[in-house]
């Protein structure tokens, strides 16, 4: 059960980008909640990204702004530097998952204790998520493989989402539609993730907000952050 509640949805942003401001404004209009996970040391940067033709910002905020934009949600480690963990010694591993875990506890104002593992791709293996399963302070991880199930899972540490908005925007909405008629007996959890900055590149932002206020204000529904959601169930 979530919070006396079924079924629960709950979203994961990754990178910690601007983009995340307007993201947030929609989630709070409908009561939505959202864990958003940041590298710490690329914090105050700003960048150009290009994708599938279209040039847009890849800027992140300051660290003194964190506190103050996630109010609300849960923010969560993604790495120091966002480098491709399969490719790194243990030692390397840990110092990137840990110290951003608690540089981002310092900013936050609590303890930091959930992750999304970085990169596209094969971004993770068993070899690292037990790393970081024995050696942090992290208590779930994300991948970036959709099982498109509503089921629990008990690996918190190699925890897949249900689908992912960008690339599989048409199937988001189909199985939030099937989520939000699922009648069910047992625990149902809807878990959509991607990068807010996908929206700016597939212009976007009207039709997800037009999907959460669908998905919103369902008696049977528990809307909580990774962290309300997985640790609680």
Known sequence: MFNGKIK??????????TQDKR??????????????????RLLGSANLLVCDGVTVAHCKPK????????KGHEIASHTLTHPLLTKLSEEEIIRQTENDRIALSELAGYEVVGFAYPCGG?????????????????KYCRTIESNHSFDIQNNLFEFKPTV???????KMLEIGKKFVELETNKPALLYIWGHSYEFDIYNRWNAFE?????????DD????????VLLNC
């Not at 629960?8 to 980008?17: E, H, K, L, N, Q």
């Not at 993201?23 to 710490?40: D, Q």
Request: one cysteine or more; glycine letters at 6%; proline letters at 1%.
């Open 63 to 70: 660290p003194e702004e964190i506190r103050e934009i996630y």
């Open 221 to 228: 529904i528990f809307y909580g952050t990774n962290k309300e």
């Open 210 to 218: 037009e999907f959460c206020k669908y998905i919103s204000k369902r």
């Open 23 to 40: 993201l947030i404004e929609i989630f709070n209009r409908y009561g939505l909640k959202c864990t958003f996970n940041i590298n710490s």
């Open 122 to 138: 094969v971004n993770y293996d068993r070899r690292v998520a037990e790393i970081i399963r024995n050696n942090t302070g992290i």
């Open 8 to 17: 629960a949805i709950t979203f994961s942003y990754d990178d910690g980008v």
């Open 164 to 170: 992912g908005h960008h690339h599989e925007f048409d």
